[in-house]
């Protein structure tokens, strides 16, 4: 099975534990790893023939975008089960999400969680 990947996808979202968090939004980057046959679109040079990476990018968009959670566990939940329903063709997803600078007293660069869905 082959990888299609996308990258440190980012967004600026309200979501977050405490209220202001939530008022003033959080930095999050995103990275998933799709398992899928790129052959065939290798050969047609079609993109029916393999997952198309902007409808993807698309459905993320709308959940960091959507309405607002406290837990980044939430957050890669729903992702992940969003992209898995959108692309029947996939047998694996794994999706990671970093939420950069969270509020805690020590100097971190992020936090970071991931997860892998299979069919």
């Given at each position: ?12 979202a ?40 902007s ?5 993320i ?30 047998p ?17 660069e992020?936090v ?8």
């Amino acid at each position: 099975m082959d990888r299609l990947s996308i990258r440190n996808l980012r967004f600026r979202a309200p979501h977050g534990y405490s209220p202001f968090e939530r008022e003033t939004g959080n930095s999050f980057s995103i990275d998933v790893d799709f398992s899928v046959s790129l052959g065939e679109a290798g050969l047609t040079d079609e993109l029916s023939n393999t997952l198309d990476y902007s409808k993807a990018c698309s459905l993320i968009a709308d959940i960091m975008q959507g309405k607002p959670v406290k837990l980044i566990e939430k957050l890669l939940e729903q992702i992940g089960s969003r992209l898995l329903q959108a692309f029947p063709q996939v047998p694996e997803i794994t999706v990671c999400l970093r939420k950069h600078h969270p509020p805690v007293v020590q100097d971190c660069e992020y936090v970071e969680i991931s997860r892998t869905w299979r069919r």
